[in-house]
């Protein structure tokens, strides 16, 4: 029979105050799943008890609010979320047997099975974002990317940033890329015609379809544009935007306004007379909604200006409130029509 | 409005320990305990049948402050404690995870907190498991007394190493690291130049490295290897 394990012991234990004879006991009690409830009680009880700092709640629940609010629940893959048993890890790594040889090698022949099966995910990874999303993500040669709502970044799991640093992106993303002592290139490769190589800079690369371009703000980049048989390569200077909606007629614009395509810093907006119907197709890439606009002619109006905005709810009725027209929203369909 | 009353509820209920079972079975024996280990949460549970958002919110309301001070003592950092506990709630709201939980809430967010806290650990200490692995490692399913303890321990561990460190090391050590605060801060603060204040934060860096070296060496690279397996 044990002894009692009590909220002192317990209390005790997460302190730190135990005997190795005490905590012998109480991972004998925990072998029941019972106990193992009453352990994470007491430890979410003791924790609020004996809080090492106080962490600020009201802000993080709105944000988490918000979250809930932009993305329906259920919308991530739930193999992302799949519970996965760390302890399989801790366990016994004392005891070896000749079933352990055994297990070992099969595990390693059912490995390269799967390794074979899934090659895609072993050898990249995969950084996605689900519209409404924006996601930060740090490259092991230190850069950095923003990726955009509704866009999808593969980087290589090995060697990346050894022989040579390439990666994958469809949809938006921002790069900071950070100079290599062996001057390696870093290379964004798009489904689209194109590709960019660069040697330490801060970019964009968008391959959305209405506006596939290249924007440039600090440093050296090369557009390698593939027209069929021959390559076509074009370089940029600081503030340069090349647009390669058509490929085999590339537009550069010098002095661009580079925060007009940094909007991922902040939940800020910025229009360079943008038209109401390019806006609509901002939204349906960036947040999935079907956007309709009841006649051309507001189509054609422009929108000019930076707002902030936290969520597309508060763009919209922007927007609407500066051009004076009526917002219909209906789940993913937004209607934008003439005030009556 | 109809929001309000479930709300308030909550935030009465954060101020005193809500775990009501726990304060009067205290000197039950823990067999007493089994017929309703749910219980506490009955009036959550309740919300997420009608609510599922309403019902996260409370999750949040409930657990969010001791889920962070308890990554913390993991990670000794607010900013990485808070970032891993909002990962934990936003995966569990995107996941629909709410639907398949057996047991409380409580156990599965306490667990999942530590997983993830540990998944940095290990890939902050020994770069072997990619962070995308550490998002990718939820709660555990069957958690084993063994492994639940080694939480304790290595939280423990990380204590008493930060302890040990030389007062003004470990002045530093904790402004830098659990304050996020910048090194030039921290310099003009404690009156030292920004070197010594560099020196002191790779100091004890290193100590904690080499202190949780033999711990990671094994486990983070069967944490790895099993990761693409499962």
């Known amino acids: 029979m044990l002894p009692a394990i009590d909220?002192?012991?317990?209390?005790?234990?997460?302190?730190?105050?135990?005997?190795?004879?005490?905590?012998?006991?109480?991972?004998?009690?925990?072998?029941?799943?019972?106990?193992?409830?009453?352990?994470?009680a007491w430890l979410s009880e003791?924790?609020?008890?004996?809080?090492?700092?106080?962490?600020?709640?009201?802000?993080?629940?709105?944000?988490?609010?918000?979250?809930?609010?932009?993305?329906?629940?259920?919308?991530?893959?739930?193999?992302?979320?799949k519970l996965r048993p760390l302890e399989g890890v801790a366990q016994r790594r004392g005891a070896r047997s000749p079933w352990g040889w055994l297990a070992a090698?099969?595990?390693?022949?059912?490995?390269?099975?799967?390794?074979?099966?899934?090659?895609?995910?072993?050898?990249?990874?995969?950084?996605?974002?689900?519209?409404?999303?924006?996601?930060?993500?740090?490259?092991s040669d230190g850069s950095r990317v923003f990726l955009q709502a509704n866009s999808l970044l593969r980087v290589p799991r090995f060697g990346f940033s050894e022989r040579s640093r390439e990666v994958w992106?469809?949809?938006?993303?921002?790069?900071?890329?950070?100079?290599?002592?062996?001057?390696?290139?870093?290379?964004?490769?798009?489904?689209?015609?194109?590709?960019?190589?660069?040697?330490?800079?801060?970019?964009?690369?968008?391959?959305?379809?209405?506006?596939a371009n290249v924007m440039l703000r600090k440093g050296k980049v090369q557009v390698n544009c593939n027209l069929g048989k021959t390559q076509n390569q074009i370089f940029l200077k600081p503030g340069d935007l090349v647009s390669l909606?058509?490929?085999?007629?590339?537009?550069?614009?010098?002095?661009?306004?580079?925060?007009?395509?940094?909007?991922?810093?902040?939940?800020r907006f910025v229009f360079d007379?943008?038209?109401?119907?390019?806006?609509?197709?901002?939204?349906?890439?960036?947040?999935?909604?079907?956007?309709?606009?009841?006649?051309?002619?507001?189509?054609?109006?422009?929108?000019v200006g930076s707002f902030r905005a936290d969520n597309v709810d508060e763009l919209l009725e922007l927007v609407a409130e500066i051009f004076d027209l009526k917002v219909t929203r209906d789940g993913n369909t937004v209607r934008l029509s003439e005030v009556d | 409005m109809e929001t309000v009353a479930p709300l308030t509820l909550s935030t009465s209920a954060f101020q005193r320990p809500f775990n009501i079972v726990s304060d009067l079975t205290a000197n039950e024996t823990p067999d007493e305990l089994v017929k309703h280990p749910v219980d506490t949460e009955l009036f959550i549970r309740k919300v997420f049948e009608t609510d599922p958002k309403k019902g996260c919110e409370l999750l949040f309301r409930h657990y969010y402050r001791p889920m962070c001070t308890h990554a913390s003592r993991f990670v000794y950092s607010k900013e990485v404690a808070e970032d891993l506990v909002a990962d934990v709630f936003y995966t569990f709201w995107d996941t629909q995870a709410y639907l398949s939980v057996r047991q409380s809430y409580r156990a599965y967010l306490f667990r999942s907190v530590r997983n993830r806290s540990y998944n940095y650990?290990?890939?902050?200490?020994?770069?072997?498991c990619s962070l995308e692995s550490a998002e990718k490692q939820e709660a555990p399913l069957g958690d084993l007394p063994e492994s639940i303890m080694r939480y304790e321990e290595l939280y423990h561990r990380i204590d008493?190493?930060?302890?040990?460190?030389?007062?003004?090391?470990?002045?530093?050590?904790?402004?830098?690291?659990?304050?996020?605060?910048?090194?030039?801060?921290?310099?003009?603060?404690?009156?030292?130049?920004?070197?010594?204040?560099?020196?002191?934060?790779?100091?004890?860096?290193?100590?904690?490295?080499?202190?949780?070296?033999?711990?990671?060496?094994?486990?983070?690279?069967?944490?790895?290897?099993?990761?693409?397996?499962?």
């Open chain 1, 169 to 211: 992106l469809k949809g938006e993303a921002g790069f900071v890329v950070t100079h290599t002592d062996n001057n390696l290139k870093f290379q964004v490769k798009t489904d689209k015609s194109f590709d960019v190589v660069v040697h330490g800079t801060e970019f964009t690369v968008n391959t959305r379809s209405y506006r």
């Open chain 1, 105 to 139: 090698a099969s595990v390693l022949v059912g490995g390269l099975f799967l390794g074979w099966q899934y090659q895609e995910t072993i050898l990249y990874k995969t950084y996605q974002t689900v519209y409404g999303e924006t996601k930060p993500v740090l490259l």
């Open chain 2, 160 to 230: 008493k190493m930060v302890a040990e460190l030389p007062p003004q090391c470990r002045k530093v050590f904790i402004m830098f690291r659990f304050e996020s605060r910048k090194a030039k801060d921290i310099a003009q603060e404690l009156k030292l130049s920004v070197r010594t204040v560099e020196v002191y934060i790779a100091k004890a860096l290193s100590t904690l490295r080499s202190g949780l070296k033999d711990q990671w060496l094994v486990v983070a690279l069967i944490t790895w290897l099993e990761s693409w397996l499962c």
């Open chain 1, 7 to 40: 909220k002192q012991l317990l209390f005790d234990h997460f302190a730190d105050k135990t005997t190795p004879l005490q905590k012998r006991q109480i991972e004998e009690w925990l072998g029941s799943e019972a106990n193992r409830e009453q352990f994470y």
């Open chain 1, 245 to 267: 909606e058509q490929p085999n007629r590339p537009q550069i614009q010098h002095q661009i306004k580079p925060q007009v395509y940094e909007q991922w810093k902040e939940r």
């Open chain 1, 46 to 81: 003791w924790e609020q008890q004996n809080a090492s700092y106080l962490p600020a709640l009201e802000e993080p629940l709105q944000r988490f609010v918000d979250h809930m609010n932009r993305v329906p629940s259920g919308s991530a893959d739930v193999d992302a979320g």
């Open chain 2, 121 to 128: 650990l290990a890939n902050e200490h020994k770069k072997l």
């Open chain 1, 273 to 303: 007379n943008m038209s109401l119907q390019a806006f609509g197709q901002l939204l349906t890439e960036n947040y999935g909604l079907s956007v309709t606009i009841s006649d051309s002619a507001i189509a054609q109006r422009t929108l």
